[in-house]
């Protein structure tokens, strides 16, 4: 997933994952507002696997065995 950042006019830096609606965040420094949007990202994931939604982020990344 692709992080944007931009620095906004007060100085603030805002991170934002356009593949995750709502997954917008800012910090103090560029790398603050990243890891932010990071861990809400997986935060927004494992809500959406919790309750039974597809994330075509993830198809590729388990693999289920019988």
Do not use: C, N, Q
């Not at 931009?6 to 991170?15: L, S």
């Not at 609606?21 to 949007?37: F, H, I, L, N």
């Not at 861990?39 to 494992?46: E, G, I, N, P, T």
């Amino acid at each position: 997933m692709i992080v944007e950042t931009e620095r906004e006019e007060d100085g603030r830096w805002i991170a934002e994952i356009p593949e995750l609606p709502g997954v917008m965040t800012y910090g103090k420094t560029r790398d603050e507002a990243v890891s932010r949007a990071k861990a809400l990202a997986l935060r927004v994931m494992a809500d959406r696997l919790d309750h039974g939604e597809e994330i075509p982020e993830l198809k590729e990344v388990f693999a289920v065995v019988s």
